[in-house]
């Protein structure tokens, strides 16, 4: 699964990399973004790429109660395209979910240990996300997004058996592409190379969500059990 991550690189930087518009976003440096915070996310609207603040867990525009994005926070890529949470946006509403790095968490002798999974080469890259928009009782809009996960690589498996789907560079258009076919999207739907990513064994002060800042994700001591 994915239940945190870093999305923190500079606003125009991010604009840059994945040549959206952010007029109207209101983006802050993130280092430990968590379920049901909202975070930036790119998506492919009338005029173009558009940069905009979504709630972290899926709630579909069918869910009867508010309460139900807790659960949809992630999105298994195996048979996405039948689940009834998730095929009406498979098929309309995918996004970009622009990250720095995500953690996932070890058990270990002194406790849960997290550790900061990126690409080796450090810049930020895409998350595939699926996103929708949610009507209240009492007529107020909710938009809200999921991260896909997919089976773990080389690098991620010792630590998790599922990793969130980082997409290619150059699968970015086509997963935003209203044309594309199923059978293509779910092609893009894989692990990452491990060899293109690093891992490192950060502060368990990412154990709670309520901690923020750079600080986190300085490295401590390697994990030998793991990472030999």
């Known amino acids: 699964m994915c239940g945190r991550f870093q999305q923190s690189s500079d606003l125009a930087k991010l604009e840059g990399r994945f040549a959206f518009a952010a007029e109207g976003v209101d983006y802050r440096p993130r280092w430990n973004l968590a379920p049901g915070q909202e975070a930036l996310v790119v998506r492919l609207q009338e005029h173009g790429r558009q ?13 009867k109660e508010e309460k139900l994005g807790y659960k ?19 098929k309309r509403t995918r996004c970009l979910i622009p990250a720095d790095a995500f953690y996932e968490w070890a058990v270990a002798k002194g406790g849960r240990q ?10 930020p890259f895409a998350l595939a996300g699926l996103w929708d928009c949610w009507q209240g009782p009492e007529g107020h809009e909710l938009e809200s997004f999921t991260i896909i996960t997919t089976q773990a ?10 990793m969130p789907v980082m997409l290619a560079s150059g699968d970015e258009a086509a997963w935003l592409d209203p044309a594309s076919p199923a059978a293509k999207l779910e092609a ?10 690093a891992a490192a064994l950060v502060s368990k002060k990412l154990n709670s969500p309520a901690q923020e800042g750079p600080e986190l994700i300085k490295a401590v001591e390697p994990d030998k059990g793991l990472f030999p």
């Open 51 to 63: 940069g905009a603040m979504l709630r972290w867990g899926l709630v579909p525009a069918w869910a």
């Open 72 to 90: 949809m926070i992630n999105a298994r890529a195996e048979g996405i395209a039948d689940k009834p949470a998730f095929r009406g946006p498979f």
């Open 114 to 123: 997290p550790y900061r999974l990126a690409r080796a080469d450090g810049a």
């Open 153 to 162: 690589n080389a690098l991620v498996e010792p630590i998790h058996e599922r």
């Open 188 to 197: 893009l739907l894989r692990p990452y190379p491990a060899k293109d990513m």
